[in-house]
């Protein structure tokens, strides 16, 4: 069945704070996801659906209902490493899932479900999958995400941060992965998430509709046009699509290789404490986002711009202001900090991680 067309990404007017973190998801999906709030006609949804359909065809295992990655036998669901652990890997080409979860999605719904009633009676394990396995290796969006249940969403957020979905029932468990990019969207007007939950999400982002009378003429010209020939729309801009999904590619290939020296990582832990920000999931969240963006602008090392430009992401919904309101900090105000940071630290000083780690402290030395 064909796709319905998707609006391009790189059509989208504006909102580019909001682009760049779906966009850093997308290329490390392992930072855990990102929130938008704003209100209503925001793009929200269309930019959510428009980064699935720039994602590429992923290769899976033919017959899995998990689509998984036949390179990585280690991350395999349970019916897999029964199949496949020593015989020949039927491989597929599947598009990049887009799963829309209903904020009335019930827990059986999100995980799966077990039969126990045949594991008792023949010994075999019966698991009917559930949201998490059609949104593997893809991408999840849930729409009013503070109107799901707190349950739920907790769920969500364990199986992105631990890429994998484990079912347990009457003793019996089932499990296998569940890696995907976790994008939420709401309303702040219509309630917010419990702060535990809300730290919980790697990025959030505040937007709202643009004031420029230029920007809001081309929105109305871009979306009009979409909708009187979605095909001859999106063959417009399907060179620039083309250019930005590589781009997310090629990034994908050596964000894991990217390096980062202990000067990064004392700036970043400054920055963070100057700022009383509770806890160390945002020091993590902002290091993995500085990577992405490095590996994004195609460089092999941090440096102190992919810092702040992931610290903008990270930081609102995590520095206290009044309860329940993000607080706004830009990119310049960052700049500011970061430099008084490293200046008291004397963090701005180059550091090698030769001179202050040990050999097998995990950390990425600098070339």
Not at 24 to 52: D, F, H, M, W, Y
Request: glycine share 6%; hydrophobic share 40%.
């Amino acid at each position: 069945m064909a796709r319905r067309a998707v609006f391009p990404f790189t059509a989208i007017v504006g909102q580019e704070r909001m682009k760049r973190a779906l966009i850093l998801n997308a290329v490390s999906p392992q930072i855990g996801g990102v929130l938008i709030r704003g209100e209503r006609g925001t793009a929200k949804s269309t930019a959510a659906r428009a980064l699935a359909a720039l994602l590429p065809d992923i290769e899976v295992i033919a017959d899995c209902r998990f689509g998984c990655d036949p390179k990585r036998p280690n991350e395999w669901c349970d019916d897999c490493r029964t199949k496949h652990g020593q015989g020949e890997i039927p491989i597929a080409l599947r598009r990049t899932p887009f799963v829309d979860l209903p904020v009335s999605a019930t827990e059986d719904r999100v995980v799966g479900t077990l039969d126990i009633e045949q594991a008792i009676q023949k010994g075999e394990k019966h698991f009917e999958p559930g949201v998490l396995a059609s949104a593997n290796r893809g991408l999840l969006y849930v729409d009013e995400v503070n109107l799901l249940d707190d349950h739920v969403v907790d769920l969500l957020l364990d199986s992105a941060a631990m890429g994998v979905n484990v079912v347990e029932r009457e003793g019996i468990s089932f499990s296998h992965p569940a890696k995907f990019i976790l994008v939420g969207t709401m309303n702040p007007e219509e309630g917010d998430l419990r702060p535990q939950l809300l730290d919980r999400f790697a990025f959030s982002v505040q937007i709202h509709g643009l004031r420029n009378p230029e920007q809001r003429v081309q929105i109305m010209e871009r979306r009009i046009a979409f909708e009187v020939n979605p095909d001859g729309f999106r063959a417009q801009w399907a060179d620039k699509e083309k250019q930005l999904s590589e781009q997310i590619a090629r990034a994908r290939e050596i964000v894991n290789q990217v390096k980062y020296t202990r000067r990064d990582l004392v700036s970043i832990a400054a920055l963070t404490s100057s700022l009383n920000v509770d806890g160390h999931r945002a020091d993590l969240v902002i290091l993995r986002g500085a990577q992405a963006h490095a590996a994004f602008q195609g460089r092999m090392q941090v440096n102190d711009q992919d810092i702040i430009l992931a610290a903008e992401l990270a930081l609102p919904h995590r520095i206290k202001g009044r309860p329940f309101q993000e607080t706004t900090i830009t990119a310049s105000q960052l700049e500011e900090q970061l430099q008084q940071v490293q200046s008291e630290t004397g963090s701005g000083e180059e550091m090698e991680l030769s001179e202050q780690l040990p050999e097998d402290s995990g950390v990425k030395k600098k070339p």
